[in-house]
């Protein structure tokens, strides 16, 4: 027997059952379980008034949003992480420009709909691999909370004079 025979060998262990098993790992720690697929993409998302039409294309993870940078679009880091978070979700950081289209509503309304369309776009690339993780994670569910119309007779929605009785 060689040396490198001798290398590759593996030992098995049996539990109480009697089931044989080895000790040693699958996959290597610095390569992914799957090969991710990397195509482009389309999706729209919405979050109270606000749309996004996204594309995703292979890229370097540039964002461009209405002709702007991601920084210069969304200063606030909690809004470029609410609008990441389905890549950190997949861990595909950097593997896809963003290219987006967003009008209405105002910052946190933009964000949540950018987010929900990248989503989308991911979902739409590889639904096998991409969609558990993406549902599990509430990224493909639409909010569907909006601003609550003013009543008559009521100064807001629900906020009513104080109440006399006499």
């Known amino acids: 027997m060689t040396e490198n025979t001798a290398e590759v060998e593996e030992t098995f262990e049996t539990d109480e059952q009697?089931?044989?098993?080895?000790?040693?790992?699958?996959?290597?720690?610095?390569?992914?379980?799957?090969p991710a697929t990397i195509a482009p993409a389309g999706a729209t998302g919405r979050r109270k008034e606000a749309v996004a039409r996204v594309?995703?294309?292979p890229g370097t993870g540039n964002w461009t949003i209405n002709?702007?940078?991601?920084?210069?679009?969304?200063?606030?880091?909690?809004?470029?992480?609410?609008?990441?978070?389905?890549?950190?979700?997949?861990?595909?950081?950097?593997?896809f420009d963003v290219i987006a289209r967003i009008h209405g509503g105002g910052i946190t309304g933009q964000a949540g709909a950018l987010r929900l369309g990248v989503a989308r776009a991911l979902n739409a690339i590889d639904v096998d691999a991409n969609r558990p993780t993406l549902k599990k994670a509430g990224l493909l569910t639409r909010d569907a909370r909006v601003v609550e119309r003013k009543k008559a007779g009521l100064k807001k929605a629900r906020k009513a004079s104080q109440f006399s009785k006499r």
């Open 55 to 57: 594309r995703i294309v």
């Open 67 to 95: 002709g702007r940078g991601f920084e210069e679009y969304f200063p606030n880091a909690l809004h470029r992480q609410v609008a990441a978070e389905p890549f950190a979700a997949l861990q595909l950081e950097g593997r």
């Open 18 to 34: 009697g089931v044989a098993y080895t000790s040693e790992s699958a996959a290597s720690a610095d390569t992914p379980a799957r």
